[in-house]
């Protein structure tokens, strides 16, 4: 697990290291250049201060083994009359003014001129120079190199503290309970923290408001089945009260359609539970709409015949959206189911697919009671349902007002919308546009 403590500590001390080394190779190139003029006038100084009358007799030599300035003179006759170093690897010959020479054993800093009637040659190694140089470089950079370590000392205090409001953050988070889901304070935090608090703080509020609806969606449901099963229990104790055989079939007629309307109830729940917006475990693909539609029409086309409505497809073209094609069902069949349901015994529901401007559009008309205007905005809310003295009244069909819900969320999902409005036959028109 890497530590962002450790890591700035690294790189700043590696940037410290490497600007050191930038400076400590510019000082010595400038002490290099320096250490260059003062020997080169040194061997002009040496030069000019020797004697200029001719040697009468070869001066003697002498080889002290050191790493100093080398001296040749010669006459004019080209006779060597003095070497200071005869080991020296110098050419036996001298060139005049200054040039650098390179042996076995080294560079040489070679200086020739003419003295009175003598030609001298000073010459000096360069790694005398070099060393000079790098002397001056590493006293010059050695304080900084002993404060390294208490610099990175002062780095990894300097960075505890800056990095300290996360820790705070951190022991804020880890010492909530559950259900404390309250904005963190964003006081007294710098700025490069404040974007992650805000961010925590948002999702905070997403995970209220989901717990909200979870607790508002568990509270409903219970609601909504204490009643269909409250029935279910008055209509088993009626069949177990039963005198005789046709009261006994009667009471389990109502046992029956009691208990379907509880298990309708429960697969209701269960999908809108599935279509959630958190819910992402389906996986999504090319979905052949058309064929779709026809599936979900041919298996409501027996329970529509029953009812006496005619259902059918008006009008359908090819078409495909990118989705989950079960969820796409589920919602089709709750439309299809609405539309059966409160269309009366001789009515008709007519289904059709049409392209908009490149888009899928599925319509679905029927000839029922339709929906006010006034309570369309409101039908697609759990749990609500028309008032009696509208399609309840008039259809005699009860249900759990989920359907629509459940069709909504499924059409969010998918990137459509949906729209409630009149058909031509004088109920509800609903639209379907992805």
Known sequence: ????????????????????GAAGWLIYRQALAEANELFDYQLQE???????????????????????????????????MYYSHPRAPLAPRAELGFSTERTDRGDWRVYGAIV????????????VRNRLAANVALRTLWPLIVLLPFLGLAVWTVVGRGLAPLARVTR????????ALDPLPEGRLPHEVQPLVRALNALLERLAQALDTQRAFVADAAH????????????AQLVARAKDDETRRESLADLQ?????????????????????????????????HGLLDDCVAAYAPLAQQRGVDLGIEDSVPATVNGNAEA?????????????????????????????????????????????????????????RVGAGESRARTDVSGSGLGLAIVRRIASQHDAEITLGDSPAGGLLVTVRF
């Open 1 to 20: 697990m890497h530590s962002i403590r450790r890591q700035l500590l690294f790189w700043l001390l590696a940037l410290v290291v490497a600007g050191v």
């Open 46 to 80: 040496i030069a000019a201060a020797l004697p200029s009358e001719p040697f009468s007799q070869i001066l003697g030599s002498r080889d002290t083994g050191d790493e100093g300035i080398v001296l040749q003179i010669w006459n004019r006759n080209g006779v060597l």
């Open 116 to 127: 009175g009637d003598n030609v001298v040659q000073l010459a000096q190694p360069i790694s």
């Open 172 to 179: 804020a988070l880890g010492t909530r309970h559950p259900e």
């Open 224 to 235: 909504e089945l204490r009643t269909p099963l409250a029935a279910v229990q008055i209509q």
């Open 257 to 289: 359609a009691g208990v379907t309307r509880a298990t309708r109830l429960a697969e209701q729940l269960l999908a809108l539970a599935r279509s959630e917006p958190d819910n992402r475990a389906v996986a999504q693909s090319t979905v052949d709409l």
């Open 328 to 384: 796409l069902r589920v919602m089709f069949n709750n439309l299809l189911d609405n539309a059966t349901k409160y269309t009366p015994a001789g009515g008709r529901v007519d289904v059709s697919l049409r392209l908009a401007d490149g888009h899928p559009v599925v319509c679905i008309a029927d000839s029922g009671p339709g929906i006010p205007a006034e309570e369309r905005p409101r039908v697609f809310d759990r749990f609500y």
